[in-house]
């Protein structure tokens, strides 16, 4: 018979599978790409996600810079993701 244990997830959504130590969760909190404190490629207004389409391979990409497949965190030109939703509004 399965038991009820108490889980812990990341707060800003990204993904990342649950831990059932709160202290365990918060160091990932401190870290995530989503954490827009750590000004990474995930939680930039500029960052963009291109699907693979089966011709040629998909990709992070930024409307600013060229990533070279490596995401960053404390970048110079992120925004947050809402100023671009506003532009286009």
């Given at each position: 018979?399965?038991?009820?244990?108490?889980?812990?997830?990341?707060?800003f959504r990204c993904g990342y599978k649950?831990?059932?130590?709160?202290?365990?969760?918060?160091?990932?909190?401190?870290?995530?790409?989503?954490?827009?404190?750590?000004?990474?490629?995930?939680?930039?207004?500029?960052?963009?996600?291109?699907e693979s389409d089966g011709s040629e391979?998909?990709?992070?990409?930024?409307?600013?810079?060229?990533?070279g497949g490596k995401l960053r965190q404390?970048?110079?030109?992120?925004?947050?993701?809402?100023?671009?939703?506003?532009?286009?509004?």
């Amino acid at each position: 018979m399965p038991r009820l244990v108490r889980a812990w997830a990341c707060q800003f959504r990204c993904g990342y599978k649950v831990q059932t130590s709160k202290v365990r969760m918060k160091e990932h909190e401190d870290w995530c790409y989503m954490n827009p404190v750590n000004r990474a490629c995930k939680s930039c207004g500029r960052y963009l996600l291109q699907e693979s389409d089966g011709s040629e391979p998909g990709g992070s990409y930024c409307d600013e810079d060229n990533l070279g497949g490596k995401l960053r965190q404390d970048c110079e030109k992120w925004i947050p993701e809402s100023e671009t939703e506003a532009e286009n509004a």
